[in-house]
């Protein structure tokens, strides 16, 4: 038999050699290769609009809190939070002794300075709009943040958890300028080691960080690759470990691959062409005959090969489902279409439309475009597709109405919560709102359904601007992108959330 001290012995070397596997385990390890098919112009959360943009975010910065894969809502910087009895004061506090990757405190009052400047009109950020309900934020003490309310807000959680709200280094920011956007100074995990623009990033380990979600890569290289068959032959020589958006014709080549497979997790990314609504789209028989003269059904089968399903409303799948209304899809109905653009006084040839589309953004954009242009050729329209980069494409559709010499402009929203993905688009005057739609009513049930936490009233006030918004038709509206990703077989803990963002946080490679 052993003796006590015999058994305690073995038992701290199997501890010991425990801990020290689970050490070794810890380290990151391997060089994780990624193939994007869009070029991020900045990783600055107040102005980023991409999928791969909120990946680097998700990694290189953290926000109070942030979306699981599944959409739901986890602590990050936060430990707890309140609302006071009246409603008008959010408090949080933060985690303490909490730096950025340059050893600058991440403390409340960098918290507030994220967000102040975010908030700030001479900022220009494209998120203003959206989070101005959030008012002035006041740092207390060194842990505690208030946000002093400029209106009820019932959705403010899934706002603060979106990487738009991701705390950057003021202090840093000021000191770098533009190059902030290209390496952006956060708290998170991995911190941007090169920026290309036009080739490419790679991110890596950020020795400060100290959290629930350490790096587990030496690095992670992303290559900009917009046309598609350059990008998927990267994952079939086996230089890449995952490409985005797989077409519809490389799916079955890279299931063939013993190396490799496609996967295609849960998407909420609506695809519409947004209209400005002036001229000739200010009147809602043209708009409705547009709607009219696309077969979704037949572009989703045979541009698509199904990685698309046609719009049964705005809101995508996914975005809140308990919230989300759909409707009977949209006939294709040229004949209807033609009828209606001569009750608006238009004949065959007349009516003259351009819209803008970007390359290697959505699947299959330029192809769709051109479908799309045929589609409005068939009911007399002269209609113009007007294929861009994508830059040129988010300096287009980001531009005020007034500003626009197109009519349309192709664009995917995915966002998590009803009210950040309404508000947003349809209340008058907000950033994200390009179309110029205005109508006092959905602006009414939009601030209702912020002020309110009750499910079933929500469930009514979102439901009736669905339906507004559906009926009005400011969108040519398409249909819901699915993802397709190629991921090789070394890779694993893998995920994705709905609105495209790749998530690293588990990732390993065997």
């Not at 052993?2 to 810890?26: F, K």
């Not at 403390?107 to 700030?120: G, I, K, T």
């Not at 499910?455 to 507004?468: F, S």
């Amino acid at each position: 038999m052993r003796s006590l001290r015999q058994s305690c012995t073995v038992a701290a070397l199997a501890a010991g050699i425990s801990l020290m596997a689970a050490q070794a385990m810890a380290q990151p390890a391997g060089v994780l290769r990624v193939a994007v098919g869009a070029d991020p112009a900045t990783f600055d959360p107040a102005f980023n609009d991409l999928p791969v943009g909120n990946a680097v975010d998700l990694a290189v910065l953290e926000g109070l809190y942030r979306l699981d894969p599944q959409n739901n809502v986890q602590k990050s910087l936060a430990t707890e939070a309140a609302f006071s009895p009246d409603g008008k004061v959010f408090t949080v506090r933060i985690r303490p002794g909490k730096t950025f990757s340059n050893g600058d405190p991440l403390n409340a009052e960098a918290v507030a300075a994220s967000f102040n400047r975010m908030l700030d009109e001479k900022t220009g950020s494209i998120y203003r709009g959206l989070y101005a309900s959030l008012g002035t934020v006041k740092a207390v003490g060194e842990d505690t943040v208030e946000f002093h309310m400029a209106e009820p807000n019932g959705h403010v959680l899934m706002l603060l958890a979106s990487t738009a709200a991701s705390i950057v280094n003021v202090k840093a920011l000021k000191e770098m300028g533009a190059e902030y956007g290209r390496k952006p100074v956060g708290s998170g995990p991995y911190m941007v080691e090169r920026y290309v623009g036009g080739e490419g990033f790679r991110i890596v380990p950020n020795p400060k960080y100290a959290g629930d979600y350490p790096a587990t890569l030496k690095a992670i290289e992303f290559t900009v690759v917009p046309e598609d068959g350059s990008r998927m032959a990267l994952m079939e020589t086996g230089a890449a470990d995952i490409v985005e958006r797989v077409p519809p014709e490389s799916i079955d080549a890279i299931n063939a691959l013993k190396s490799a497979k496609v996967v295609t997790p849960p998407s909420m990314f609506s695809i519409n062409m947004e209209m400005v609504l002036r001229g000739p789209l200010a009147d809602p028989r043209v708009r409705q005959a547009l709607n009219l003269a696309v077969d979704r059904e037949g572009i989703a089968k045979g541009v698509l090969g199904r990685l698309g399903t046609p719009s049964v409303g705005m809101v995508g799948p996914g975005t809140q489902d308990e919230l989300r209304k759909t409707f009977p899809p949209i006939p294709f109905d040229p004949a209807g279409a033609r009828k209606l653009l001569a009750e608006a006084g238009y004949k065959p040839g007349q009516l003259a439309l351009s819209f803008t589309c970007p390359t290697g953004r959505y699947i299959k954009d330029v192809q769709v475009c051109q479908a799309l242009a045929g589609s409005l050729e068939d009911v007399g329209i002269k209609a113009t597709p007007l294929v861009v980069d994508r830059g040129s494409w988010t300096k287009v559709v980001g531009m005020e109405p007034a500003q626009r010499t197109d009519n349309m402009g192709m664009v995917g929203r995915a966002t998590a919560g009803m009210d950040y993905t309404l508000y947003r688009l349809f209340y008058t005057g907000v950033g994200a709102n390009r179309t110029g739609y205005s109508n006092p009513r959905v602006d009414a049930l939009l601030k209702e359904g912020r002020a309110t936490t009750d499910p079933a009233k929500q469930k009514a006030i979102y439901g009736e601007v669905q339906e507004i918004v559906w009926k009005d038709q400011p969108f040519l509206f398409l249909w819901y992108q699915t993802q397709a990703i190629g991921v090789a077989n070394r890779v694993q803990g893998f995920a994705v959330q709905p609105n495209e963002t790749l998530v690293f946080d588990k990732v390993t490679l065997n």
